[in-house]
């Protein structure tokens, strides 16, 4: 296998990534904050503003019109001598609940969590202007304990509810506030599901005729590290009570994502990464980027995913009826751009079909992306065994399989940018999430057909993606 990918190499040729947020430099983790507020989308996220490891955490800010383009903006809540600004939300306290506004105008209203030396407690800030500049209030709920953290707050009824976990003891708090400062205990859920790692960044919201209680959890993914899961269940106002889960995202690199306040339906964004190696990735100026917003909705008892974005596109391959053998089809190159929209949709008869994305030439020791499709079984691989020295837990094969109702026709989206892949298959109800590290202008995909030779990709278009918005963009204004 060639070898002269190292971490350092990589790291000088890092693309920026085209329609997903990274910051001008470096290190991010969690988004925090999002709120769509007077037309605009804020995303407050992990930062440090002193390097690119993991540390000073404070609110880095962006905002945006569409979620594509994204202007960055000054440190919002900077960590002081205290506390570390760990996560939490925002809202848009219209009504002026809190007594923060001025002028008739109600505030932005953060709880985030300050992490200090002594534990953890949920504190507030306020915002007269829109997010520009920020106030720090103080705590205004401590329990005493060391991991508490990841406050999210949103409005039911007449009051606000707040999402909160015990994150060692695999349980989120859900408190009640009339006012934003005052918080009274409601009710505890949890442990229950997978309860291997941490639980951290809890969400609430509801989808479709039920509630749904995202977490995001450190380590006990099925690919190995962190990982998302939903609880698809009920909430009466003070208990939430769970009839199901399952995996949000069959990748390895889709950790802490929330939805955002203000919108009309639940839009969510996550960090494109994995606590398994997120130290241990290749640094450019910046490190880490997000995950493509999500539209949510709910089929069959799952949470289903769909891209809130519409990048401009320009087409530059299509093709139909392509009768697909051992040997594989090849994409043309032109299909392959930096940052590529490809839709497919296969037919599989009673073939596999597999679709491989991998390195071409000299780059061959990146990782390979295989999605494979045959009765009802979506199974999803990054194998990048041996692919880099040093970087041992993104080496390893990440695997995951995904039953489907549906044996028949299967259409896939995959979203391709500088360092990273995003699938959405079965009409969003299998998503997959991975960095690929590649520059995937430098890569080739081959669609191949197992079996007796009867299975057909009988349709695929590649789009490249440009970085401006599309005619089909604000579908997620709220
Ligand atoms: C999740 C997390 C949160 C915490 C933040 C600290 O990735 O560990 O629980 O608030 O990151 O950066």
């Not at 507020?37 to 930062?47: A, E, N, P, V």
């Not at 001025?102 to 953060?110: E, F, I, K, S």
């Not at 995951?400 to 989206?413: I, K, P, S």
């Amino acid at each position: 296998m060639t070898t002269n990918t190292t971490p350092a190499r990589l790291a000088r040729a890092a693309p920026r990534p085209r329609v997903h947020f990274a910051p001008r430099r470096n290190w991010m983790n969690d988004p925090n904050g999002l709120v769509h507020h007077d037309g605009i989308h804020h995303l407050f996220f992990q930062y440090n503003p002193e390097g690119t490891d993991w540390g000073n955490m404070s609110w880095g800010h962006a905002t945006s019109e569409d979620l594509v383009t994204w202007t960055e903006h000054e440190v919002a809540l900077r960590y002081d001598d205290d506390a570390q600004i760990f996560s939490g939300s925002i809202v848009s306290d219209v009504a002026n609940t809190s007594g923060f506004g001025t002028d008739g105008r109600g505030p932005l209203v953060a709880l985030y969590t300050a992490a200090a030396e002594h534990g953890q407690s949920q504190a507030l800030a306020w915002s007269p202007d829109d997010g520009a500049t920020w106030t720090k209030y103080g705590v205004v709920l401590d329990r005493g304990t060391a991991d508490f953290r990841d406050p999210k707050v949103f409005r039911h009824e007449d009051a606000w509810i707040m999402v909160t976990v015990e994150a060692v003891d695999r349980q989120i708090h859900l408190y009640r506030s009339e006012d934003l400062r005052s918080w009274h205990h409601l009710s505890v859920f949890g442990p229950e599901g997978p309860t291997e790692g941490v639980w951290e960044c809890p969400d609430l919201f509801a989808l479709d005729g039920a509630w749904v209680l995202t977490l995001s959890v450190n380590p006990g993914h099925p690919t190995g590290g962190s990982g998302m899961l939903a609880f698809v269940g009920d909430f009466d106002g003070v208990r939430f009570t769970a009839d199901r889960w399952h995996w949000l995202d069959h990748g390895s690199d889709y950790y802490a994502g929330v939805t955002f306040s203000g919108l009309d339906r639940p839009v969510m964004m996550a960090w494109l990464n994995n606590w398994a190696y997120a130290h241990e990735l290749p640094e450019a100026t910046w490190r880490g980027s997000m995950a493509l917003p999500r539209l949510l909705s709910l089929r069959d008892g799952r949470v289903i995913q769909q891209p809130a974005v519409a990048p401009a596109e320009v087409l530059r391959f299509s093709a139909s009826d392509v009768a697909l053998d051992e040997e594989g089809w090849e994409l043309p190159e032109e299909g392959l751009q930096t940052a590529t929209r490809l839709r497919l949709t296969l037919v599989p008869g009673d073939d596999v079909v597999e679709i491989s994305l991998r390195g071409r030439g000299q780059v061959t020791a990146l990782p390979e992306i295989r999605l494979t499709y045959a009765a009802g079984q979506v199974t999803l691989e990054r194998d990048g065994s041996d692919m880099l020295p040093g970087l041992d837990a993104f080496s390893t094969v990440a695997r995951t399989e995904v039953a489907l109702t549906d044996h028949g026709t299967l259409d896939v989206e995959i979203w391709i940018d500088a360092d990273s892949v995003e699938v959405f298959a079965a009409a969003g109800a299998v998503t997959l999430s991975v960095l690929t590290l590649a520059d995937y202008g430098r890569q080739q995909l081959v669609v191949r057909g197992r079996g007796d030779g009867h299975a057909v990709l009988s349709e695929i278009r590649a789009a490249e993606l440009l970085s401006g918005v599309g005619a089909a963009a604000g579908a997620t204004r709220g």
